[in-house]
């Protein structure tokens, strides 16, 4: 359904509920966060892949999971002009798996490790830190079963967080077990919260049908004080599952990177296998704050067609990152601005102006001429608000000579110069 449009209505068309637009004054943080993504990225050997905003609907079906709130309420789906159903990029890991299977990856030394950054959408109830596009930094690390590289994945995600310079953070970590052990721990759980059904709130019931893992992060404070008693995962893994959570915190331990295990922490995607992690901030508890998470996903690349593979990896929700930036007071690097703003009065001095402008970017100095025949005053004006470090002023009598003035703004010294200078002073 389209707005009709009223004439002179400015505000009819805004973003689309849930969506921003990221203006240039919040451009610092982005440039800031993409920048430290990649130098993480490299630290660690990760090479960026790039996957399409769409896919077929069918691969986060089988991918994300068919119960999880992600498929059953959030995608954005549509059938094409073709009649093809398409969703739009829910999460990172589905579409990189189809690339690891599409393109053969599995022909490379293994594990391939991946990353990206890109837009993902998700239908969800729009709030601080909750949007309908967001943006995520993920990485995934392919082809690997070892714990070391459970280890090495997390000790990324958190030194990823820290180099950002965000300290009231915490790292929490769990294991779910996999195919072998996870029904035991299932029946199990399921008991425990059959004895609790009257109390649960009505998501919860609909979870104990058809995903009780789930259960245990309920964000209801009532079913939150069932969950704090109910059995834990991690007395129910086999020997080889135990084994490697073992491992994956003897090797943070060793790293020096600081854990809390979380019995509660099972994550809102139907692929993990074993090691599961969040990051989260000290602030606020609960995966709505959740500042990135990932795990262990040993079945989905099977799952999606291709030679059983194990998998890991992770993603970090880059506005939650701003947010609490902004929060802890992390100051970022300025873009740089503006150098040089050419003023000039009279139409023999615009065309000198823009030459010069010219020959400036030439030089690969920033500058632009002003427009419009303003004053002179008017002209600084605009020098000051625009904030350039130089002002270069040509005058009538500065084209007769064949000079400039250059206005140093910092200070407001001046010194005249031939226009053929100009671009040597200012580099
Ligand atoms: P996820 O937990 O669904 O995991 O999303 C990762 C992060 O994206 C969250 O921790 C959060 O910071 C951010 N995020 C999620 N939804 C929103 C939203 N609606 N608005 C703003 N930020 C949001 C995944 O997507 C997995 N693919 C991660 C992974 C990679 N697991 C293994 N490899």
Same mark, same amino acid.
């Given at each position: 359904?389209?707005?009709?449009?009223?004439?002179?209505?400015?505000?009819?068309?805004?973003?689309?509920?849930? @969506?921003?637009?990221?203006?240039?004054?919040?451009?610092?943080?982005?440039?800031?966060?993409?920048?430290?993504?990649?130098?993480?990225?490299?630290?660690?050997?990760?090479?960026?892949?790039?996957?399409?905003?769409?896919?077929?609907?069918?691969?986060?079906?089988?991918?994300?999971?068919?119960?999880?709130?992600?498929?059953?309420?959030?995608?954005?789906?549509?059938?094409?002009? /073709?009649?093809?159903?398409?969703?739009?990029?829910?999460?990172?890991?589905?579409?990189?798996?189809?690339?690891?299977?599409?393109?053969?990856?599995?022909?490379?030394?293994?594990?391939?490790?991946?990353?990206?950054?890109?837009?993902?959408?998700?239908?969800?109830?729009?709030?601080?830190?909750?949007?309908?596009?967001?943006?995520?930094?993920?990485?995934?690390?392919?082809?690997?079963?070892?714990?070391?590289?459970?280890?090495?994945?997390?000790?990324?995600?958190?030194?990823?967080?820290?180099?950002?310079?965000?300290?009231?953070?915490? +790292?929490?970590?769990?294991?779910?077990?996999?195919?072998?052990?996870?029904?035991?721990?299932?029946?199990?759980?399921?008991?425990?919260?059959?004895?609790?059904?009257?109390?649960?709130?009505?998501?919860?019931?609909?979870?104990?049908?058809?995903?009780? +893992?789930?259960?245990?992060?309920?964000?209801?404070?009532?079913?939150?004080?069932?969950?704090?008693?109910?059995?834990?995962?991690? /007395?129910?893994?086999?020997?080889?599952?135990?084994?490697?959570?073992?491992?994956?915190?003897?090797?943070?331990?060793?790293?020096?990177?600081?854990?809390?295990?979380?019995?509660? +922490?099972?994550?809102?995607?139907?692929?993990?296998?074993? @090691?599961?992690?969040?990051?989260?901030?000290?602030?606020?508890?609960?995966?709505?704050?959740? +500042?990135?998470?990932?795990?262990?996903?040993?079945?989905?690349?099977?799952?999606?067609?291709?030679?059983?593979?194990?998998?890991?990896?992770?993603?970090?929700?880059?506005?939650?990152?701003?947010?609490?930036?902004?929060?802890?007071?992390?100051?970022?690097?300025?873009?740089?601005?503006?150098?040089?703003?050419?003023?000039?009065?009279?139409?023999?001095?615009?065309?000198?102006?823009?030459?010069?402008?010219?020959?400036?970017?030439?030089?690969?100095?920033?500058?632009?001429?002003?427009?419009?025949?303003?004053?002179?005053?008017?002209?600084?004006?605009?020098?000051?608000?625009?904030?350039?470090?130089?002002?270069?002023?040509?005058?009538?009598?500065?084209?007769?000579?064949?000079?400039?003035?250059?206005?140093?703004?910092?200070?407001?010294?001046?010194?005249?110069?031939?226009?053929?200078?100009?671009?040597?002073?200012?580099?």
């Amino acid at each position: 359904m389209f707005k009709e449009l009223k004439k002179g209505d400015n505000r009819l068309y805004q973003a689309a509920r849930g @969506t921003s637009d990221i203006l240039p004054e919040e451009q610092p943080y982005w440039r800031y966060v993409e920048q430290a993504a990649a130098d993480i990225s490299r630290l660690y050997g990760y090479r960026r892949i790039d996957t399409p905003i769409f896919e077929d609907t069918g691969l986060f079906r089988r991918g994300t999971g068919e119960y999880t709130d992600i498929v059953q309420k959030e995608t954005y789906t549509f059938d094409d002009r /073709g009649g093809n159903s398409l969703t739009l990029k829910a999460e990172g890991t589905p579409p990189v798996c189809r690339a690891y299977i599409q393109h053969g990856l599995q022909n490379l030394p293994q594990p391939v490790k991946l990353y990206y950054i890109s837009p993902i959408f998700r239908y969800d109830r729009p709030q601080a830190g909750r949007y309908r596009q967001h943006y995520q930094f993920g990485y995934e690390a392919i082809g690997d079963a070892d714990p070391a590289i459970d280890a090495e994945v997390i000790d990324m995600a958190w030194r990823f967080y820290r180099s950002l310079g965000l300290a009231r953070i915490s +790292l929490q970590l769990n294991s779910i077990g996999c195919r072998q052990c996870r029904p035991g721990y299932l029946s199990a759980l399921t008991d425990y919260y059959n004895s609790y059904a009257g109390e649960l709130c009505n998501d919860c019931k609909t979870r104990l049908e058809k995903n009780p +893992l789930r259960l245990l992060d309920c964000k209801q404070p009532s079913c939150q004080r069932i969950a704090e008693s109910a059995p834990k995962n991690t /007395g129910y893994l086999c020997p080889e599952c135990d084994e490697h959570f073992n491992k994956v915190q003897e090797y943070l331990g060793q790293m020096g990177t600081t854990f809390e295990l979380n019995h509660r +922490l099972v994550r809102g995607l139907d692929y993990y296998t074993r @090691t599961v992690f969040e990051i989260q901030p000290d602030e606020e508890g609960g995966a709505q704050s959740a +500042l990135g998470g990932g795990g262990r996903y040993d079945d989905l690349i099977e799952e999606l067609g291709g030679r059983p593979t194990p998998g890991i990896g992770f993603a970090a929700g880059i506005e939650r990152i701003i947010l609490n930036l902004k929060k802890e007071g992390v100051a970022v690097p300025a873009t740089p601005g503006l150098q040089v703003l050419i003023a000039y009065l009279g139409d023999a001095a615009r065309a000198e102006a823009i030459k010069l402008a010219a020959g400036l970017r030439e030089a690969g100095i920033s500058a632009v001429t002003t427009t419009g025949g303003k004053s002179l005053k008017a002209q600084m004006r605009q020098a000051n608000s625009l904030e350039v470090r130089y002002t270069v002023i040509i005058g009538e009598d500065e084209v007769k000579d064949g000079t400039a003035t250059l206005r140093d703004m910092a200070n407001a010294s001046q010194e005249t110069l031939t226009i053929g200078e100009v671009a040597a002073r200012l580099s």
